[in-house]
């Protein structure tokens, strides 16, 4: 039974922290014309003891920005140009829908974990 509970935690650990990467892919998605953003990036982290997956902290992706040619832009330097942003839109949807394939993997774990408790308890009643 403790190992069942167990799968429950680990299952729900790893539905947190995709769902938190999601959330930062999303927002990636969303400034990728915010002139001067820096693509946010989060790293994963198992904990030894309980074999739980959390997030580390939230990175900014320090790649040159991209030069954009826009000299009537408020922000053109005397050049003509102003940074826009370094999100690439095909990497990004490439890691929200690994995100979501992860997610919905431990979502499977999960759900397979909670019948067999339910299942277990049931007999038990018996």
Known sequence: MAD??????LSA???RSQALRL????ENIANADTPGYHRKT??????PDSGQVSTGPVRL??????????????????DGYYDGSNVDLVVEVADAREAQRSYEAN???F???????QSLLDLLRR
């Open 42 to 47: 989060v790293s994963f982290r198992e904990d």
């Open 23 to 26: 959330r930062h892919v999303s």
């Open 111 to 117: 759900d397979q974990a909670r019948q067999m408790t």
């Open 107 to 109: 979502l499977r774990m």
């Open 4 to 9: 069942l509970l167990q799968s429950l935690g």
């Open 61 to 78: 992706d320090r790649s040159e920005l991209q030069k954009i040619y826009a000299p009537g832009h408020p922000l053109a330097d005397e």
């Open 13 to 15: 650990s790893g539905m």
